[in-house]
């Protein structure tokens, strides 16, 4: 059987901060659901001190204070409710006039946090309320009615208010930043890289991380440039996933890159001393890092023409030597540059010279000077000093 309570059993009380009386949970307090007061599940402040500053000097309900009230109690404040508060008053006390009605404030007060923890409203707090727009969204009241409380408590239609509210605490979602790809062009040699069936946007992504990520990469073998590809596609397809705010498909595809990872060698733990050291020290080093940096160097050494230059003298000056080494006699420089002439002359004739590779050739203007310069003393001998 339930035990029996006493009138001399202990009641849970407490100080109410306004009026300083200390009162009883039960009757002395409005409750509730709020986290803020879950240690005893009340509002702080008496009953008698809510109502009391809630309502003006003749009795009639002040809406600011009752609106800093709810909020100051962590209770919601639907005007609908409060309006229901007046009809209900009304309708238990039909020989009073509106007039008369509207100074019971602190009944109808008390009707409303009566109410609204019987309600629909009884686990929603004043934020909630607020969201609403003051006003319950799915209650049978008409939208005529409606708009007649909105109006009344606040100066506005429910249509307006709930407009306004929603605007203030749902805030346009700012469009994320793209890049535009539509101009970025997808090569045979993209596709040949990272394979067939991306996206222009997944080709540019690749594309950029590839090359970004092979500066540092010693791609040495066909195996080594797999496994930094692979690791490329995952990563993107990681990085696109996470703009998207897709979770669950970035988590995969990060778990992909980082085993890509591993295998390419390409996380800081698998580094060498030589790949921390930086720098570079040896002419291949050099070359290395060139080749990487642009790939095949696509402009080789060229010769070319200097004012002075003559062709048929430094053609002459290699013959000469070359017969030195063999032990052969000196040739003519005149015998060169008849050979020479005759080439070019056989070159014109075949392709002809369009882009004037051989106007003022500096090779005929310097021969008088050139038989002048090479041209002995009579007296000379070899092996003077």
Known sequence: MPK??????????????????????KSGFYKSSSPLYQADGCVPICTAC???????????????KMKNMCQRLDKPLY?????SGYSQYKKEHSFLSDDEIAKKGKEIVALYFKNVMLRQTRNKNFAESEKDGYIHNNSNVTKAEKDRIAKKYMG???????????????????????????EFNVTQD???????????TEYKHMHRK??????????QTNLHQEALVTYVRFKVKEELATAKGDVQEAQKWWAAAQDAADKAKLTPKQLTQADLQGGINS???????????IDVIPILPQFKFRPNDALDFNIWCYINYARELQGLPQCEYEDVYKFYDKKKQEYIEQYGDPYGIFDDDPTEKNRPSIEKFIVLPKDYKDGDD
């Not at 306004?164 to 346009?172: A, L, N, S, V």
């Not at 993209?190 to 222009?200: A, K």
């Not at 590839?210 to 791609?219: A, G, L, Q, R, T």
């Open 156 to 182: 506005a239609s429910a249509e307006d208010i709930a407009s306004k509210e929603q605007t203030t605490h749902h805030p346009i979602e700012e469009k994320p930043i793209r890049s535009d790809d539509s």
């Open 4 to 25: 029996r309570s006493h009138k001399n059993d202990k009641v849970a009380k407490k100080i109410c901060p306004i009026c300083k009386k200390e009162k009883p949970l």
């Open 50 to 64: 809510v109502k009391n500053g809630i309502v003006n000097e003749d009795g009639t309900i002040n809406k600011n």
């Open 210 to 219: 590839y090359n970004d990520i092979k500066m540092n990469y010693s791609i």
């Open 79 to 83: 005007w609908d409710d409060l309006e």
């Open 283 to 293: 002419f291949s080093e050099i070359f290395k890092a060139v080749e990487q940096a």
């Open 190 to 200: 993209m596709i040949n890289l990272f394979g067939e069936g991306y996206t222009r």
